[in-house]
Nanobody, 123 residues
Framework: QVQLVESGGGLVQPGGSLRLSCAAS????????MGWYRQAPGKERELVAV???????DYADSVQGRFTISGDNAKTTVDLQMNSLQPQDTAVYYC?????????????????WGQGTQVTVSS
């Protein structure tokens, strides 16, 4: 079983910065992709940024140029540097990883999620 633990959320003023970190533990053979999603109150969970095992990166249009995702497959960590934060960035942020591991379906790809960390942007 793979577990993801996030850290780094909190309260920040508009224009400020936060850095979220996520560390995976457990047995896995490889990481196919790592990413961050967020869910604001009353809204659906949405993709923020994703980085593939080959290193390709995609961002949501709303965070492009402000957020930077970085991942380390060897350390099984993924970070999200968030700059120029705005009130509309307020949400619970979730780390996710798609990994190749041995699980209930045998050797296969599985998605794992962290418990979420609150980011609040407010003056």
């Amino acid at each position: 079983q793979v577990q993801l633990v996030e850290s780094g959320g909190g309260l920040v003023q508009p224009g400020g910065s936060l850095r979220l970190s996520c560390a995976a533990s457990g047995s896995m053979f490889s990481i196919n992709a790592m990413g961050w999603y967020r869910q604001a109150p009353g809204k659906e969970r949405e993709l923020v940024a994703v980085i593939s095992g080959s290193g390709s990166i995609d961002y949501a249009d709303s965070v492009q140029g402000r957020f930077t995702i970085s991942g380390d497959n060897a350390k099984t960590t993924v970070d999200l540097q968030m700059n120029s934060l705005q009130p509309q960035d307020t949400a619970v942020y979730y780390c996710t990883m798609n990994v190749y591991a041995l699980g209930y379906r045998g050797h296969s790809n599985y998605d794992f999620w962290g418990q979420g960390t609150q980011v609040t942007v407010s003056s």
